[in-house]
């Protein structure tokens, strides 16, 4: 079935199309959920959240871009609307004028895909926001500091030491991969 199919499906509210758009992109959009909540319980929350706007919104899809891509933009929004809902300004700090530091590491080659996720996840909840937002998701500060209510150098500040905390981390494992 294609996406068209399915959408219109989804649109005359026939029950086996829309089990079947939530089989196709779960498991992509709860990997998005799991990068920007604190826990599982807390992804899968937003996860729902953001298939009841998802299919809410279904009508609104202007078939300009791929259909993923915009289930994906509204999981994104949604997650962040659920980590504003929370006490989580406090987790944001400023730094003006932060220098970028050049990043190479022997160890980015040497471990999985699944092992980096898992530094990214470790990172306190303010870093690992913006840095999946801008290293993943590939929004700009401007737009970070919009969407999560912040100043663009506070995302940029949050951005620099989510990188620190990862390259330290990645130097690290160096040490034991060496």
Known sequence: MTDQELIDGCLDKKSDCEKLLYERLAPV???????????????????????????????????????????????????IKY????????????????KEERFESKAIGKISEKELLDLIDELPHGYKTVFNLHAIEGYRHTEIA?????????SRTQFYKARKVLKSALQKMQLVLI
């Open 29 to 79: 959009l709860y990997a998005v959920c799991l990068r920007f909540a604190r826990n599982q319980m807390e992804a899968e929350d937003i996860m729902q959240d953001g298939f009841i706007k998802i299919y809410a919104k279904l009508h609104t899809f202007k078939h300009e871009g791929s259909f993923e891509g915009w289930c994906r933009r509204i999981m994104v929004n949604t997650a």
């Open 83 to 98: 980590f504003k809902k929370g006490s989580n300004k406090n987790e944001f700090s400023n730094l003006e004028d932060v």
């Open 146 to 154: 919009e969407m999560l209510g912040v100043t663009e150098s506070t």
